[in-house]
Structure formats: C-alpha cells, structure tokens
C-alpha cells in the first residue's frame, strides 16, 4: 500500500484529492496538512511513500520543502499539484526530482493516471537484479516504447504460474477466495493469495471484503473489465 500525504492549504481541495486516492486501488491516505510549519512535521513523523504538494501554503512556498523533504525523508515521492505555471517554479520543480506537475483544475482521469504511472514505477523500483530497457525508459517517460519488452517479472511470480491464475480468474464471474484459486491450481491459499494480490497491485484484477453465511469476512478476488 502507499501512503500518500497531502499538503494542501485549501481544505476543500484536500478533501477532494483524498475522495481521488480512495477510488484508486493500492493508495492510502495517511494524513493532510494545510501549512509549511504542519507539513514538516507530518513528514517527519510518518516519511510517506508519495506527497501531494502544493505550491502556494500560508507560511512559504511548497517549493522551500523540497529540500527538507529530500533530508528528512529521502524515500518520499514528491508529485506538485499547483496553480502556480512560472518557469522558476517549474524549474525547481524539475531540478529538485519531483515525479509529475499537475495544474490545477485537475480532473480526475488526469490525476489517476499519475499516480498509477507513479506506482508502475515505484513497483519496477522494488524489483531484484536489474531493470530492462523498457523500465528504466518508464521511470523518466509517461509512455512505453514502441519497441518494448516485457517488464521484469517480480521475484516469486512465476509467468506460466501467472498465466493459469489469470485464466481461472477470468472465469470466476462470482469472484474467487486464494483458498479457492489455490485448490483449483494445485497450490497452497498463501501462494494463491500472493498471485492474485499481484494482480489488484497491477490493477488486473479488484478485491472485495465480503461476509459470509456465518459472519466471517472473506476477500473475494474478481477480474476486471
């Protein structure tokens, strides 16, 4: 799961922005601030995986926080979303490594589509041994190349083993549980668990909590449309 941060001085919009990130699959909020002063300390106490950021705060500008962000937690992600379009800002922006610059009034479309680019390449970052050509083009360009390759498969995620899973989720119109992939494909619940939790992180597939006849939640995997 990422954690993502808001840093925002307009709560409305911030509120907005965390109704986004509830609709978008593998994303958690885990706090929002609407100042520099604030935000500094949400960043040092939780060092989220991915901020949003705002250029315009009450008490500096969101631009004066890179650095600090970059000091305190170097493992943070910065993607600004701002009105603010002057070249100096930019610049900054740029120099200073931020994933995406979103202009506000943003869309909803436009901002999914970031942060999954941002997890496809968070994702490839996670990966052992070495990246492919097409991975390391993705995480400095929003579009595959044409000539690509396939992505490098994750550790423990076997491709032939992946196949089969897909192809029983296909046909799992009422859904599935990782007890019930596993006892069709011949493995454990665990193993099943990790392929189909593989396939919501890649968004290939959706799970749901659902309750039983007895009461007892069960997560219940479904292929996407």
Not at 116 to 143: C, V
Not at 202 to 209: R, Y
Request: proline share 5%.
């Amino acid at each position: 799961m990422i954690e993502v941060l808001i840093i925002e001085d307009d709560k409305r919009i911030a509120d907005i922005h965390k109704r986004f990130i509830e609709k978008i699959d593998g994303f958690q909020v885990v706090g929002s601030a609407y100042n520099g002063s604030e935000a500094m300390d949400w960043i040092q106490v939780l060092r989220p995986h991915l901020i949003l950021l705002d250029v315009h705060l009450p008490d500096m500008k969101g631009t004066e926080l890179i650095p600090y962000i970059q000091q305190e937690s170097p493992e943070s992600d910065v993607i600004f979303i701002t009105a603010a379009s002057e070249t100096n800002v930019v610049k900054k922006a740029l120099r200073g490594g931020v994933s995406d610059y979103i202009l506000k009034p943003l869309t909803f479309d436009r901002f999914k589509d970031s942060l999954l680019m941002y997890q496809e390449k968070r994702r490839s970052l996670e990966t052992d041994g070495k990246l492919d050509e097409e991975s390391i083009h993705l995480l400095w360009n929003k579009s595959r190349p044409a000539f690509s390759e396939p992505m490098v498969t994750p550790k423990g995620i076997d491709p032939n083993t992946m196949s089969r899973i897909k192809a029983k989720l296909a046909d799992a119109l009422n859904g599935v549980t990782a007890e019930e992939m596993g006892s069709v494909c011949g493995m454990s619940r665990s193993t099943a668990r990790r392929y189909l939790e593989h396939l919501v992180a890649e968004q290939s597939a959706k799970a749901e909590l659902l309750y039983g006849t007895i009461g007892r939640p069960e997560r219940r995997y479904f292929p996407r449309p």
